[in-house]
Structure formats: C-alpha cells, structure tokens
C-alpha cells in the first residue's frame, strides 16, 4: 500500500547490501516503514506460493508494477477494498478514487471549479471529482499521488456490471478511457451485485496480471471486464459489445415549495440476443473481457459522409440556397 517502489537496490547506494542486513531498517527509516516493507515481502512471497499452488506460472517482471486503482463507487466502496486487496498480491497498489459515489458520470472533468486531493491514508487517496479526474490528476506529477507512471490503470471493481451501451455512460469505463487516452495500459472491472466480490477481484487481478506480462503494443489496450452473477470461478471468453436497452423514464414531480423537479433513470433494463456479445456472455454465466477503442472514426459511414459533403458543396451559397 506503501507509495515506494520495490526492487533490488531501490532508493539506496552504496552497492548490494548483505542479505542478513535486508530486513533490517535503514539509516533514517522508522519502524513503521520497515515493519510496511516486511508485510510487502511477505505478501509477495504468499501470491507466488498461491500461484504455484494454482497451477499458474507467471512470465517474470523486471520490478514489482505499479499500479493506479480508481472507480466511480467512492473511496470507501467494497468491491473497491476487494479489488484493491487482491491487486496488491502482484504490485503496489496506489487508490486516488472520488470521495463520493459517481456513477453515470462517464468521462466528465470537473474544469468549472477547484478540485481537493485528501489522503485518508498510505496509498490511498481521495478526490472531490469524477473518475476521470482521478485518473487526470494522479498521473499529473505535480498531486504528489503517484511515485512514478503507473504500469497500468485499473477502475473497479463496479457495483454492477457496465455491458454493451454502457460503456459510454460509465464512470468506471470512463476513468480507463482517460488512462489510455494518456498512453497507460486500462482495465475496467465491473461486477453483477450478486456475485461474489472477492472471487470477481480475484479474476480482475488475473486479467491485470497477464496484461501487465503482455509486450507493449502500439496501440494502448482498454479492456472491459464484466463478471456475472454467482460464486466463481467463472469461464472468461473474449466478447465484442452488445446492446442494452433501458426504460426511458422520466418522473415528474414537485418539492414541498411547489417547485417542479425531474428525476431521471431507475427503468429497467433489457439487451437482446447478440451472438459474441458480452451480454450472451453474461446471460450464460460467463465472463467477458471486451477490448475497447478510442477511435471512434465509423469507417464503414466514410463513403455515405463525403457523398453528403459533396451534396452541401454543390448546393448554391448565400442565405437563399
């Protein structure tokens, strides 16, 4: 939980120190700090015994990652300690989430009023703004949030999943969006309520794990991990977007001054049959991971927009055409 970055001979000189010395505190280091850097070991050591006892063998990395948690739930949600517990098994773990629950609130920045950076504790802070600022702010050097550029950015672990058209109104989405934007690698993780948090945070920090061994590309990932209802472990299969279809519903209603109010959602919600989609994943109990894009271009509607084009051009100027 620790803002440092762990690896041999980080933040030292002098050349190796013996290996009886290493567990031993530093010149000018607290109690506090080594006691933190010990349980940081053996956390390490405990999800490399885990892993052998899974079966899975993981391609080494140079040094221990760094990673950006954030989510649109707020500091204090679960699934957010659940998510963030178990990432915390494969790198160091900095959280700068919002301080209040925003969800829908997609990719907004908060550009019309000062934003407040407050830390709750080591590792963990929290911002009055949106997902996307969290992410804005924290890989901006200056908030003091991050040691260095993250390895890779995670939002979640959501308090219900974000399938199909959903990923254009979700903070959660929209927190990894920012993140790719600015070239760090993305995942954003969201689970149906009714699964099991610890077993979903587990999967997520699976599928971080793996994206971090992954060579760079160059085009940034952005991946979408929804996970279904139950107890896990789930299949997880790679899927393109659905559809998702919500009630339009708009509730009119007055305040006890006789002012008019709108309150706005709250329909339900349906997607139909779509072969591949993430919801057939959802529908069949499975997982999905969807890759996402940042170039909306609609390539296939280029012909039909310059037939249009050329239709206004060849129209006569002037405020009578």
């Not at 529908?283 to 239709?311: I, K, M, N, W, Y």
């Given at each position: 939980m620790g803002r440092g970055v762990g690896g041999a001979g980080s933040g030292s000189s002098g050349g190796p120190r013996p290996a009886a010395a290493r567990g031993a505190p530093r010149p000018g280091q607290g109690l506090a700090q080594a006691l933190h850097l010990a349980r940081r070991r053996a956390r390490g050591a405990a999800a490399?015994?885990?892993g052998a006892q899974a079966g899975r063998v993981w391609p080494a990395l140079a040094e221990r990652p760094l990673l950006l948690l954030t989510n649109d739930d707020g500091y204090q949600a679960e699934g957010l300690r659940a998510l963030r517990a178990a990432l915390e098994a494969i790198g160091e773990v900095i959280v700068v989430a919002?301080?209040?629950?925003?969800?829908?609130t997609s990719h907004s920045l908060s550009l019309h009023r000062p934003l407040r950076l407050r830390r709750v504790e080591p590792g963990l802070f929290a911002l009055d703004g949106t997902p996307a600022d969290c992410v804005y702010v924290a890989l901006n050097g200056r908030s003091g949030a991050l040691p260095r550029r993250p390895d890779l950015v995670v939002s979640g672990l959501n308090h219900g999943v974000n399938?199909?058209?959903d990923v254009f109104y979700s903070g959660t989405v929209g927190a990894a969006r920012e993140a790719a934007l600015r070239g760090v690698r993305a995942l954003a993780t969201s689970a149906d309520t009714r699964a099991s948090r610890p077993a979903a945070a587990a999967l997520a920090a699976d599928v971080a794990r793996a994206l971090l061994a992954q060579p760079r590309q160059q085009v940034t990932p952005l991946l979408n991990l929804n996970v279904p209802p139950g107890e896990g472990p789930w299949p997880l299969r790679t899927t393109v977007l659905g559809s998702r279809v919500y009630d339009d519903e708009v509730?009119?209603?007055?305040?006890?001054r006789g002012r008019e109010y709108l309150w706005i959602g709250g329909g339900g919600v349906?997607?139909?049959?779509?072969?591949?989609?993430?919801?057939?994943a959802y529908d069949a109990g499975e997982a999905s991971l969807t890759p996402l894009v940042?170039?909306?271009?609609?390539?296939?509607?280029t012909d039909a927009c310059r037939s249009l084009?050329?239709?206004?051009?060849?129209?006569?100027?002037?405020?009578?055409?």
């Amino acid at each position: 939980m620790g803002r440092g970055v762990g690896g041999a001979g980080s933040g030292s000189s002098g050349g190796p120190r013996p290996a009886a010395a290493r567990g031993a505190p530093r010149p000018g280091q607290g109690l506090a700090q080594a006691l933190h850097l010990a349980r940081r070991r053996a956390r390490g050591a405990a999800a490399l015994a885990l892993g052998a006892q899974a079966g899975r063998v993981w391609p080494a990395l140079a040094e221990r990652p760094l990673l950006l948690l954030t989510n649109d739930d707020g500091y204090q949600a679960e699934g957010l300690r659940a998510l963030r517990a178990a990432l915390e098994a494969i790198g160091e773990v900095i959280v700068v989430a919002p301080e209040t629950e925003q969800s829908a609130t997609s990719h907004s920045l908060s550009l019309h009023r000062p934003l407040r950076l407050r830390r709750v504790e080591p590792g963990l802070f929290a911002l009055d703004g949106t997902p996307a600022d969290c992410v804005y702010v924290a890989l901006n050097g200056r908030s003091g949030a991050l040691p260095r550029r993250p390895d890779l950015v995670v939002s979640g672990l959501n308090h219900g999943v974000n399938l199909g058209y959903d990923v254009f109104y979700s903070g959660t989405v929209g927190a990894a969006r920012e993140a790719a934007l600015r070239g760090v690698r993305a995942l954003a993780t969201s689970a149906d309520t009714r699964a099991s948090r610890p077993a979903a945070a587990a999967l997520a920090a699976d599928v971080a794990r793996a994206l971090l061994a992954q060579p760079r590309q160059q085009v940034t990932p952005l991946l979408n991990l929804n996970v279904p209802p139950g107890e896990g472990p789930w299949p997880l299969r790679t899927t393109v977007l659905g559809s998702r279809v919500y009630d339009d519903e708009v509730t009119v209603a007055f305040d006890p001054r006789g002012r008019e109010y709108l309150w706005i959602g709250g329909g339900g919600v349906t997607h139909p049959e779509a072969l591949g989609a993430d919801t057939e994943a959802y529908d069949a109990g499975e997982a999905s991971l969807t890759p996402l894009v940042l170039d909306l271009t609609a390539f296939g509607q280029t012909d039909a927009c310059r037939s249009l084009v050329a239709s206004i051009a060849a129209r006569p100027l002037g405020p009578g055409r």
